[in-house]
Nanobody, 126 residues
Framework: VQLQASGGGVARAGGSLSLSCRAS????????MGWFRQAPGKEREFVAT????????DYSESVKGRFTISRDNAKMTVYLQMNNLKSEDTAVYYC????????????????????WGRGTLVTVSS
C-alpha cells in the first residue's frame, strides 16, 4: 500500500486543522493505521493509532482529547482531526500503515509500521 498525506498548513493556537492520508494499492482495510509527527530537532513520536475496522483508537497523552483519528475503508483514507492546536503541535506529520498479527489491534511503535507517507507540515502560531 502507498500512502499520500495532505491537509497540513498554518493555524493559530486554539484553531483546527484536518489531515488526510489516502492509500492506494494493497488491501487498506487489513492495515492498522497510525499518525506520527516530528518536530524540528526532535525524534519522530507517536500521535494516534486506529485498528482495521475503526472502532478502536488510542492517542499519545499530549494530544488526547484534542485530536481524533478516524478512517473510511471504502475511501481508503485515514484522517486526523486536530482541534485546540498548540504551538508544540508544530511538526511534520506522517501517516503510516502496519500489518501486525491478527491478535494485535493497535500499533504504537514506529518500527512496526512498514509503509509511510510523505510528511505534511503543520505550523501552529501563537
Amino acid at each position: 500500500v502507498q500512502l499520500q498525506a495532505s491537509g497540513g498548513g498554518v493555524a493559530r493556537a486554539g484553531g483546527s486543522l484536518s489531515l488526510s492520508c489516502r492509500a492506494s494499492g494493497g488491501v487498506f482495510a487489513k492495515h492498522v493505521m497510525g499518525w506520527f509527527r516530528q518536530a524540528p530537532g526532535k525524534e519522530r513520536e507517536f500521535v494516534a493509532t486506529i485498528n482495521w475496522s475503526g472502532d478502536n483508537t488510542d492517542y499519545s497523552e499530549s494530544v488526547k482529547g484534542r485530536f481524533t483519528i478516524s478512517r473510511d475503508n471504502a475511501k481508503m483514507t485515514v484522517y486526523l482531526q486536530m482541534n485546540n492546536l498548540k504551538s508544540e503541535d508544530t511538526a511534520v506529520y506522517y501517516c503510516a500503515a502496519a500489518l501486525p498479527p491478527w491478535t494485535i489491534d493497535l500499533v504504537y511503535n514506529s518500527r512496526e509500521y512498514s509503509r509511510w507517507g510523505r510528511g505534511t507540515l503543520v505550523t501552529v502560531s501563537s
